[in-house]
């Protein structure tokens, strides 16, 4: 109504674009919209939804009011950085382009202010400024072939040093890796690549040596894939260049000399990987390719290839997962505020030039086009599914992501840290150095006393300006302030990524690597030390006593180097190294920060589940039996007996695979326990050995699994069937001397066993009911049973012969069982849900447990 009122008063034909109503409060702020959108207009705020109340809007009395009609520019065809106006009579592939005239002066003027122009002469580039900065054409030096979002990380009188964000790393060129050897002498390693080599092997090294623990690193980083200690890989490298347990540098090289004669195919892509990430300086390569190869590059501040950032359109490889939410695309899915309310749009414009997309909102089955052109910046965009799904008192997850939460801590500094990405390993880092005691009142002062490593900042060369001290300073202090739920380390992370570009990205790093980074730069930071540093000769002990030489050597390391990081952190190691030939030895104190420890790993066990001799009377265990890797059976059984506290006598144990009511394998006790597979479930069966099996000379002993079924009616059809009703258990057959009246009397003992169990669980009547009848007398349970051989899932079996010598053909046991059918199903009814349940009796040194490893335990255990 207010618009078609000015537009009759002002005697304005609106377009068929129609027109855009602006208000600006009487106190001179934005009422209604986002403070982002707001600043970006000087105040004013566009009325977007025409059925909503001026109250509703915030439009009050002593509002300024703005109308802003459309300026045609002629026809268009939709480029890809044309900015319009769509309506919903005009065709998608021919429509007017428009221009507004005050959206377009606001949007030009905030990029003016919001970011400098390197091609304007009163703009002068300064650090931490971005910028687009562009690729030449190799075929045409005068024409910029792409552009990328880039910062000014160092400043010149007249070039910069800026930082590509996302450009593609020109290939490291390797140095040559042999010799040119004549045709009787094996080629060695050229000069340039044994050093290189070396300085991987002092950055994976303890000492002198590459244990385990670091070729288990080298071999993942070279490989690009996760290796274990115990792979085949580690191994194979220790036996045959080590001594099974490290490697030393010899046989270092002596690996990579093999590789290379040998020409492998990966050689080239695993020694990039490793000098990129030791920064091993490669022989041939200038200033210039060095910096390329860290996406950085001095640029002249009068250069075409500077821009105003977000100038130019950027690659399709710059994506979205790395840039960012606000780095948009056509045709990119988003949640907008529309009238009043969040919906599901589409980008269908994107102008850079005034930094601003037209959004249209979806609507499926409905002709009208609602759509809007908004700052880039705008609060009143989105995350797709965010804003849309969510009800309005709710927090949009687009904010918890990328803004710090406020509130109060459980208790000072227990305070979260967002994940950029998969920056678990950086968050992990800062919270253990912000839990550094010492460390953090250094860096974050406290509520009496402000933090003192100002004094100490660096100006030299190596350090990085106080700039990371300041920023980690400032993060601590608000991790302890105690007003922050969670804090978002957003500026510290691009800060570490100027200078490090491995961690520029969102993907996982190591997070030893990253505190290795994060105590060197600290330490240069507040580096003491005067720049330039003297160069010192080698502290050698020349019969003195230790104590002298490394108080010598400390004080004249901290000619050096002398920062509270070296106070809280540094130590000294003594090393002796003794000539082979004349037994010259040599000791010396070394400063070191970092000490390595391989962490024991829990011992291992095996899972198993113990049939007791008087199972069902007693119930059965489940037991974690902790045993060395590759044991035999009859070794697993030994422990078994020391971990249940017994000892054997006549009995003993015969491990099992049990599924599903039957054994489907028993293990001899030469086999060994690796052959058991993930999906198997063991089951250790007591059996109590006959006189037989214990005479000397005595006949093989044979084990016979048995399984419990009972007949049961099919439901389909009048015919019977067998179903497998409880535990299956084994017997001990002798040879031949075992009758078969034996095996008939054993079958009936393990029967009525199950029977007793049953009956007590039915002789227990429910409120009402008359008890049941007492389970019948083991010889009374003849008409109830029946006994079979070879039975199987697919064949019931052959009735059992009552008289003469048990036969058993164990070379089919893994397949053919002795089964006890049960006639009468009232007999077995309950006997599912009334057998005991298994007790848990885990070691807790086993996996299930695991016991706590000191620190001292580690240092005594590698010392």
């Not at 996302?166 to 050897?181: I, M, N, Q, S, V």
């Not at 394998?665 to 052959?675: A, D, L, M, Y």
Request: charged share 25%; hydrophobic share 35%; net charge negative.
């Amino acid at each position: 109504a207010l618009m078609d009122k000015l537009c009759c008063e002002w005697k304005i034909e609106a377009s068929e674009d129609g027109c855009r109503l602006w208000h600006q409060s009487g106190a001179g702020g934005g009422g209604g919209a986002g403070d982002a959108e707001s600043k970006a207009f000087g105040g004013w705020v566009a009325l977007t939804s025409a059925s909503r109340s001026l109250e509703e809007l915030g439009v009050h009395d002593g509002a300024q009011l703005m109308l802003e009609q459309p300026r045609p520019q002629g026809k268009s065809t939709g480029g890809y950085n044309s900015y319009s106006s769509y309506s919903s009579t005009t065709s998608y592939r021919s429509y007017t382009k428009v221009e507004w005239p005050f959206f377009h002066r606001a949007r030009v003027e905030y990029k003016r202010q919001a970011f400098k122009d390197p091609q304007d002469p009163a703009s002068r580039l300064a650090v931490n400024d971005r910028v687009d900065a562009g690729v030449l054409d190799p075929l045409d030096s005068a024409r910029v072939a792409s552009w990328y979002p880039a910062t000014v990380v160092e400043k010149e009188d007249l070039r910069v040093l800026v930082h590509f964000h996302h450009r593609e790393k020109p290939k490291a060129k390797l140095p040559p890796l042999l010799t040119d050897g004549g045709w009787l002498s094996e080629r060695q390693l050229a000069p340039e690549a044994k050093t290189a080599l070396e300085t991987v092997f002092k950055r994976y090294a303890t000492g002198s040596r590459i244990d385990k623990s670091g070729l288990r690193g080298l071999l993942s980083c070279a490989t690009n894939m996760l290796v274990q200690e115990d792979s085949p890989q580690v191994s194979s490298l220790l036996s045959q260049y080590g001594d099974g347990q490290a490697v030393e540098l010899e046989g270092f090289l002596k690996y990579w000399q093999y590789k290379a004669v040998n020409r492998n195919a990966w050689l080239e892509d695993e020694l990039t990987r490793l000098f990129e990430r030791v920064g091993a300086s490669l022989a041939g390569q200038s200033e210039e390719e060095k910096l390329l190869h860290q996406g950085r590059e001095w640029l002249a501040q009068t250069s075409i290839r500077l821009a105003q950032f977000r100038s130019n359109e950027y690659p399709w490889s710059v994506g979205r997962e790395k840039s960012g939410f606000h780095d948009f695309r056509r045709y990119d899915s988003l949640d907008a505020k529309i009238d009043g309310s969040w919906k599901q749009c589409e980008v269908q414009e994107v102008n850079w030039e005034e930094m601003a997309v037209l959004v249209q909102v979806r609507s499926a089955g409905s002709t009208k086009r609602e759509t809007e052109w908004l700052p880039m910046e705008s609060d009143r965009l989105a995350e797709f599914e965010t804003k849309s799904l969510e009800k309005e008192e709710e927090v949009a997850p687009l904010l918890t992501r990328t803004q710090s939460r406020g509130g109060v801590c459980v208790r000072p500094g227990a305070c979260g840290l967002h994940n950029l990405g998969n920056t678990c390993f950086m968050n992990a880092t800062l919270q253990c150095l912000s839990n550094s005691g010492a460390l953090r009142s250094f860096f974050a002062g406290s509520p009496e006393a402000p933090p003192p490593f100002p004094t100490d900042l660096s100006s030299s060369p190596l350090s990085m300006n106080g700039r990371l001290a300041r920023e980690f300073g400032r993060l601590l202090a608000q991790m302890w302030s105690n007003s922050h739920e969670s804090c978002v380390p957003t500026e510290l992370k691009s800060l570490i990524g100027q200078q490090r570009p491995e961690f520029s990205g969102f993907q996982q790093q190591d997070a030893h690597e990253l505190l290795i980074f994060m105590l060197d730069g600290l330490h240069e930071d507040v580096n003491r030390a005067l720049y330039p540093r003297p160069t010192l000769p080698v502290v050698e002990a020349q019969g003195r006593a230790d104590a002298v030489v490394a108080k010598e050597a400390w004080g004249q390391y901290l000619q050096r180097n002398n920062s509270r990081i070296v106070e809280l952190f540094q130590f000294q190691i003594r090393s002796e190294v003794e000539c082979p030939v004349c037994a010259n030895v040599s000791v010396t104190f070394d400063p070191i920060m970092y000490l390595t420890l391989p962490v024991p790993k829990p011992p291992h066990s095996i899972k198993l589940t113990v049939v007791p001799l008087d199972y069902p009377r007693v119930p059965m265990q489940s037991v974690d039996v902790v045993i060395e890797k590759g044991a035999t059976f009859a070794e697993l059984e030994q422990q078994l007996w020391v971990q249940l506290g017994r000892v054997r006598g006549d009995s003993r144990f015969v491990f099992a695979d049990v599924w599903s009511n039957r054994v489907d394998k028993i293990f001899e006790e030469r086999q060994r326990t690796s052959e058991i597979l993930t999906s198997v479930v063991l089951f250790a069966h007591e059996l109590r050995l006959p006189a037989a099996a214990l005479r000397p000379g005595a006949a093989v002993v044979s084990f016979v699994p048995v399984v419990f079924k009972r007949e049961r009616k099919s439901t389909y059809s009048h015919s019977y069937g067998d179903e497998r009703c409880a535990p299956p258990r084994i017997l001990c057959v002798v040879g031949e001397e075992t009758t078969n009246a034996e095996v008939s009397n054993q079958l009936l003992a393990l029967a009525s066993d199950l029977l007793v169990s049953a009956a007590a669980a039915a002789t227990t009547p429910a409120p009402g009911e008359a008890p049941a009848a007492p389970a019948p007398a083991p010889a009374a349970l003849g008409e109830a049973l029946e006994f079979v051989t070879q039975a199987d899932s697919y064949r019931r079996g052959d009735s059992l012969p009552r008289e003469g010598p048990f036969l058993w053909d164990s070379n089919r046991h893994t397949l053919r069982n002795l089964a006890v059918i049960f006639l009468r199903e009232d007999m077995v009814e309950p006997l599912p849900t009334c057998l005991p349940e298994v007790l848990n009796l885990r070691s807790g040194t086993g996996a299930g447990g695991g016991t706590a490893t000191t620190l001292h335990e580690c240092l005594l255990k590698n010392a």
